[in-house]
């Protein structure tokens, strides 16, 4: 079974991509609102009725109802509303997503968790200590997300099918991630073979920045963050040993410790199986550090 915490516009899509994918017979809606998580799963069987998939969601407001969950997806937590710098919106998320993990480690301690609440990196960390679960087994979204649109800004710049795009994003969610053209290639040609400099740092900046401009013209990302947490999860179920960059605690990889944050890790059926430790130049070295620092200084003020 996987479970959903959090039955939003992303915990639904997280649920809809999910089925989908026939990642598993069964997946759970977990919410604290009544009858959120309930509506939301009779939607999406009504859906999956009309396709003949034969996945049953189930809604629920009782955390005992996920008992044997496999993963656990952590969507739980306040949005960041106008005016709201990102410590307090950790303050509030921090507290939203302990309760939601001492619940996960009473009912589910077998599981891989899946943290999604923003701040990304801070809840991972969050969610490891509090769950007092192996490293491997706390897989942050964050880089994911971010992957996906770095792959689309690349699509655009280069007019090569998505499907020949293979690309990095590290670092931490947020304004110092790190995206890596360096290690990036189209059908196996370098991106830097196909444009120039300045059109690379140009994708980088807008890989930075197209989160904020979603939400400005939208209200919320919903169908990517969705859409990526579902390949971790059928990563993790199909024990596809993907190459992925997620969220996860560093104990010396990168020269870091006492953090959680986003890095290239082998994902399958135990979680994070190994995590790839690229060789960064300086300037890399420099922005990969910037986000560790924000990560380090988000913890150190809760």
Do not use: C
Request: glycine share 10%.
């Amino acid at each position: 079974m996987i479970t959903i915490i959090g039955s939003g516009k992303v915990g639904g899509d997280a649920a809809l991509f999910s089925a989908l994918k026939k990642l598993d017979d069964e997946i759970l809606l977990l919410d604290v609102v009544k009858g959120l998580p309930q509506g939301e799963a009779m939607d999406l069987n009504h859906m999956l009725s009309e396709q003949g998939i034969d996945v049953n969601i189930r809604g629920s407001n009782d955390y005992s109802d996920m008992r044997g969950s496999k993963v656990v997806v952590v969507v739980a937590g306040s949005g960041r509303k106008p005016g709201m710098t990102r410590m307090d919106l950790l303050k509030i998320n921090a507290g939203i997503v302990k309760d939601v993990v001492e619940n996960i480690k009473k009912y589910a301690d077998d599981s891989i968790i899946v943290p999604v609440t923003n701040p990304l990196d801070p809840i991972v960390h969050i969610t490891y200590k509090t769950s007092g679960f192996d490293r491997s087994r706390v897989i942050g979204m964050g880089n994911m997300l971010d992957l996906s649109r770095f792959i689309q800004f690349i699509h655009e710049a280069t007019g090569h099918s998505r499907d020949s795009i293979r690309a990095l994003v590290i670092g931490e969610h947020g304004e110092s991630m790190l995206p890596l053209p360096r290690f990036s290639t189209v059908s196996g040609i370098p991106l830097s073979s196909i444009l120039s400099n300045e059109k690379l740092d140009q994708l980088v900046q807008d890989t930075r920045q197209v989160a904020a401009k979603v939400i400005e013209l939208k209200g919320a990302t919903v169908h990517a963050p969705g859409n990526a947490i579902s390949a971790i999860v059928e990563a993790i179920l199909k024990d596809r040993k993907r190459v992925i960059p997620v969220a996860t605690p560093l104990d010396g990889e990168y020269g870091q410790s006492n953090v959680s944050i986003g890095v290239p890790a082998v994902i399958g059926r135990k979680g994070v199986e190994k995590i790839i430790e690229l060789d960064l130049n300086q300037q890399e070295k420099e922005w990969f550090n910037k986000g560790v620092d924000g990560v380090k200084a988000a913890l150190a003020g809760i």
